[in-house]
């Protein structure tokens, strides 16, 4: 979740490495990811000055939090596998053979089992295309490369956008445009 003026656009960033800070509830402050700092919640836009600020985008504390509400309905065991979760309770859950519903960052790849997964949905990629980063196109490139060959072919594979006309987009279904344009 990011931090974002309705009335100018502005988009918070780390003053340091300038990728986006991530709103933490719980302690009411943004986190940098990349760098560490940290950041109170200005009260006004520091480019405009008005105080229309708001946060978007899902975390996967919010997703947790959401998917819980349903939790009853689908009898699975929900598993948050992130930076801010203990290493040896995500392993244990993982081990149970319960249906499962995982939730989590680029650090969960290394715990799952392919071959077991149905369905897997890849929210707010977004983020990672407007990374200050010369490679971050590259970088979504392969890991989205990476689900696709690790996926089964009888599992489905779900990319949720915010720009769905972005140029990068299309270069999954044409990859040779990816390398043509790079």
């Known amino acids: 979740t990011s931090l974002f003026c309705k009335d100018c656009g502005y988009r918070d960033a780390c003053p340091t490495c300038q990728n986006p800070r991530v709103y933490h509830a719980d302690e009411k402050k943004l986190h940098c990811h ?4 940290t950041a ?27 998917l819980n509400h349903f939790q ?16 040896i309770s995500m392993i244990e859950k993982l081990k149970e053979k319960r249906k499962k519903i995982i ?19 890849c929210i707010n990629l977004d983020t990672m295309l407007c990374a200050p980063e010369y490679l971050s196109e590259e970088r979504l490139w392969h890991l989205i490369q990476k689900i696709q060959y690790e996926r089964i072919n009888e599992s489905q594979f779900f990319i949720q956008t915010h720009s769905p006309t972005h140029s990068f987009w299309k270069t999954l279904i044409d990859p040779d445009v990816f390398y043509r344009n790079d």
């Open 40 to 66: 109170h919640i200005p009260l006004f836009c520091p480019k405009c000055g008005k105080s229309i600020l708001m946060f978007a985008g899902y975390g996967t504390k919010q997703i947790e939090q959401t």
């Open 72 to 87: 009853n309905q689908t009898n699975a065991t929900i598993i948050r596998l992130d930076s801010d979760e203990e290493k």
């Open 34 to 37: 990349y760098c560490k700092s």
């Open 103 to 121: 939730i989590g960052t680029e650090i969960a790849f290394q715990y799952l089992d392919w071959s077991t997964l149905g369905v897997c949905v």
